[in-house]
């Protein structure tokens, strides 16, 4: 599955229609699912090396594997990108899928 030509975009938008001050740090989820632990603890080797704190647990629904980064950072659209091309070829590296970020408002 493609992602949207430009998702982060959206979200930084939708997040500015909530009331969300851009220049602030977010505390920022990123998830990436992999079809084995294994798989999952290997690219929390990379979440790290880009200073994600990483969390690994199975997956909520089915039998897919969680890798949770997460990274208080301002959400600047460039590095959001710039992240999203990391995990999108850690998720094919790795056999996986990178299912993008969230973040909440901040006044």
């Given at each position: 599955m493609e992602p949207?030509?430009?998702?982060?975009?959206?979200?930084?938008?939708?997040?500015?229609?909530?009331?969300?001050?851009?220049?602030?740090?977010?505390?920022?989820d990123f998830y990436l699912y992999?079809?084995?632990?294994?798989?999952?603890m290997a690219a929390s080797e990379t979440l790290r090396k880009e200073g994600l704190s990483v969390e690994v647990r199975t997956a909520a629904i089915g039998s897919d594997w969680l890798c949770l980064g997460?990274?208080?950072?301002?959400?600047?659209?460039?590095?959001l990108a710039r992240l999203r091309q990391v995990f999108h070829g850690l998720a094919k590296?790795?056999?996986g899928?990178?299912?993008?970020w969230e973040t909440e408002v901040v006044k």
């Amino acid at each position: 599955m493609e992602p949207q030509p430009d998702g982060d975009q959206q979200v930084l938008d939708q997040l500015k229609k909530g009331g969300s001050n851009l220049s602030k740090a977010h505390k920022i989820d990123f998830y990436l699912y992999f079809p084995s632990e294994e798989n999952a603890m290997a690219a929390s080797e990379t979440l790290r090396k880009e200073g994600l704190s990483v969390e690994v647990r199975t997956a909520a629904i089915g039998s897919d594997w969680l890798c949770l980064g997460r990274k208080e950072m301002l959400p600047k659209h460039s590095e959001l990108a710039r992240l999203r091309q990391v995990f999108h070829g850690l998720a094919k590296k790795l056999n996986g899928e990178y299912d993008g970020w969230e973040t909440e408002v901040v006044k």
